[in-house]
């Protein structure tokens, strides 16, 4: 099973700050790598797939990057709406897993 | 409205069944692959089991390989999890998840609202 590592646990930042969140799987798993976005008593919704492309509807201040091991969800501009807890999930290997999550608070 | 309503959660005792039903609607059902996720309370997100679009190929974690078992109706256009020999840790919210395409390496891009499944004496 891939194990995935997100960092740090929570994430502390004002409105408007550049947030920058990371994500490592134990093994490659090229860029099959997805992003979701909860906030409390919501389900998870899609951010990115494919390690950096948004999914529809998604704003310009979030993207993604890395492949392989190492991935970044970056929030250039954090509005009250992003305050919420990020998942990475891998879709390279079965069985899918998830990062721990990161929450991002004000 | 593309959009996925899940149904059938509740409270069960320790050793019990109980199905879950996740109706979807707005999209070709037979296209996707489908999968089951759950939370438990306060915790993070983990993958339970996915079927194919044909439902001619399942999986399943291994904490419920054997006790759980997900199915498909594509002419109803709804998804199932039967979950047998219910433990205490199985509580969590259960999530229906639409894969992204018919191919084996699919993320999922559409979540329904998730039912509550509560395993307690």
């Known amino acids: 099973e891939i194990v995935m590592t997100q960092s740090p646990a929570t994430l502390s930042v004002s409105p408007g700050e550049r947030a920058t969140l990371s994500c490592r799987a134990s093994q490659s798993v090229s860029s099959n790598l997805a992003w979701y976005q909860q906030k409390p008593g919501q389900a998870p919704r899609l951010l990115i797939y494919g390690a950096s492309t948004r999914a529809t509807g998604i704003p310009a201040t979030f993207s993604g990057s890395g492949s392989g091991t190492e991935f970044t969800l970056t929030i250039s501009s954090l509005q009250s709406e992003d305050f919420a807890v990020y998942y990475c999930?891998?879709?390279?290997?079965?069985?899918?897993?998830f990062g721990q999550g990161t929450k991002v608070e004000i | 409205e593309v959009q996925l309503l899940e149904s059938g959660g509740g409270l069960v005792q320790p050793g019990g069944s109980l199905r879950l039903s996740c109706a979807a609607s707005?999209?070709?059902?037979?296209?996707?692959?489908m999968s089951w996720v759950r939370q438990a309370p306060g915790k993070g997100l983990e993958w339970v089991s996915g079927?194919?679009?044909?439902?001619?190929?399942?999986s399943y974690a291994d904490s419920v390989k054997g006790r759980f078992t997900i199915s498909r109706d594509n002419s109803r256009n709804t998804l199932y999890l039967q979950m047998n020999t219910l433990r205490a840790e199985d509580t969590a919210v259960y999530y229906c998840?639409?894969?992204?395409?018919?191919?084996?390496?699919?993320?999922?891009?559409?979540w329904g609202r998730g039912t509550l499944v509560s395993v307690s004496s």
């Open positions: 079927i194919s679009g044909s439902a001619g190929t399942t």
């Open positions: 998840a639409k894969g992204s395409d018919s191919s084996s390496r699919y993320f999922f891009d559409l």
């Open positions: 707005g999209f070709t059902f037979t296209t996707y692959a």
């Open positions: 999930q891998q879709y390279n290997n079965w069985p899918r897993t």
